[in-house]
């Protein structure tokens, strides 16, 4: 696999790349992809099939500098922390993955978990699409499929402000339900930096789908996902539809 290395930038150009991605690899230009990367400012992705007014608190989001965004994969909404939380990222040919939806969200969970692992960290996955740390929810992924190519991503959380997740997503009894199902590795006694967690969750891919190679993102890949960002993910008819 190709390994696309560590970036940050806003939720519309994130989301952006995540979809270039998605493209190239459908037309065979790249091969499977994996990459991780952070969201800042922090920000809202909301799933494809959600509404926006009904899935977070527009007025406190646009007064404290956090973006929201409409991912294409399906899923919840999700708070992605600036200072406290990883988005991993694979684009991957559904002939490279089993056919089974949940087999699939398993199988290329396995580097998240693999690299956790080494750690001593002991997440359990939890069908469809989360993995659990002592029975709380650590990490959520979402996917899509297009012209026969996968495109997982989803959140690891290492320090998330569950009080600012509180503040910003619109949950009913959210005070309870987040903090009965949520939690992060800082909670759970795991204190670890970004630049560690980073290295160990790499190699847990590579111990799971081999030996990887390192690249950046190309002109090509970044210029698709410029015109996207500005184009889609920026537009009120993408995000509030």
């Not at 559904?94 to 997440?123: C, M, T």
């Not at 990887?212 to 410029?226: G, M, Q, V």
């Amino acid at each position: 696999m190709r390994y696309l290395k560590y970036r940050e930038e806003d939720g519309f150009l994130s989301m952006g790349l995540d979809e270039a991605l998605l493209s190239l690899r459908a037309k065979d230009k790249i091969i499977d992809t994996f990459r991780f990367y952070s969201f800042f400012p922090s920000c809202v992705s909301i799933g494809y099939f959600q509404r926006l007014e009904s899935s977070i608190d527009l007025d406190y989001c646009n007064k404290n500098n956090i973006d929201y965004v409409r991912r294409i994969t399906g899923g919840g909404n999700v708070f992605h922390d600036s200072e406290g939380e990883i988005t991993y990222s694979v684009v991957m040919s559904e002939k490279n993955a089993p056919e089974n939806i949940l087999d699939s969200f398993h199988y290329i969970y396995r580097g998240i978990i693999k690299g956790l692992n080494n750690l001593g960290i002991n997440v359990e996955f939890k069908p469809l699409n989360d993995l659990t740390l002592n029975s709380k929810k650590l990490s959520g992924s979402a996917q899509t499929r297009r012209s026969g190519v996968i495109l997982q991503h989803g959140t690891l959380m290492y320090n998330t402000d569950l009080e600012l997740m509180e503040r910003v997503l619109r949950i009913s009894d959210k005070k309870i339900e987040i903090k009965k199902r949520v939690t992060n590795l800082s909670i759970e006694g795991y204190s670890l930096n970004k630049k560690e967690l980073l290295k160990c969750l790499k190699e847990g891919f590579e111990e799971n789908f081999g030996k990887s190679k390192e690249d950046n993102i190309s002109k090509e890949e970044l210029n698709i996902a410029r015109k996207l960002s500005l184009d889609k993910y920026k537009t009120d008819g993408w995000n509030q539809k």
